[in-house]
């Protein structure tokens, strides 16, 4: 017979998380990327995750909140690499290119199919009928077309354009070429091809 401790521990309050919210809100990303929103379920979720419905429920909240949590960071993680990207420092026309060589690296991901951009390739279908999602898109495709226009601006300050270049439209050309590779490379175009692309482009913006 074993004899019970006279001084057990003291009883935890409360249970421990079990996940890494960040790890989990990656996962789930992931999961939504190869599905999109309509395709990918609870259950895929859950097995993604590694959480089961009431975690995720209690973590996130349901599907549509969990997607769009991670439609929103996307966004903040993307935008914040462009801005590591274009720096006022760096010449325009390398800022851009390294802009367009670091959206292909995440277009076309070292294993598996390439994917393009995971705001245009779940959000452009959902936007349609679900008001919070097109918010969130639409907020997203217009603060890199921000960014854009607020580079270009100071490149034509510097002399990097033409006195009569138009940073707006320019920046709304910019923001196209970047969603054009995205498609592209869902639609199979190879890499070299989008790179090559998005070259000429640079040098018909920085003209």
């Not at 294993?111 to 009928?129: D, L, M, Q, S, Y």
Request: with cysteine.
């Amino acid at each position: 017979m074993v004899q019970k401790s006279q001084n057990p521990e003291p009883k935890r309050r409360g249970r421990p998380r079990a996940y890494d919210p960040e790890a989990a809100l990656n996962r789930a990303t992931e999961a939504f990327w190869k599905t999109g929103y309509s395709g990918t379920s609870l259950d895929d979720l859950a097995g993604a995750t590694g959480m089961n419905r009431p975690s995720i429920y209690a973590a996130f909240g349901d599907k549509h909140a969990l997607y769009l949590a991670a439609l929103a960071r996307y966004w903040e993680l993307g935008l914040a690499a462009m801005e590591e990207a274009l720096p006022d420092a760096v010449p325009l026309r390398d800022g851009l290119m390294r802009v367009y060589d670091r959206a292909l690296g995440m277009y076309f991901p070292g294993k598996g199919r390439p994917r393009g951009c995971f705001g245009i390739g779940t959000a452009a279908t959902e936007a349609v009928e679900d008001g919070a999602i097109r918010a969130v898109f639409a907020d997203g495709l217009r603060r890199i077309e921000a960014r854009f226009a607020a580079r270009l601006r100071f490149a034509r300050q510097r002399g990097e354009l033409r006195a009569g270049a138009d940073p707006a439209a320019l920046a709304m050309l910019a923001a196209a070429v970047l969603h054009s590779l995205a498609l592209r490379a869902r639609a199979g175009t190879p890499r070299r091809e989008l790179e090559d692309m998005a070259r000429k482009m640079v040098s018909v913006i920085c003209a």
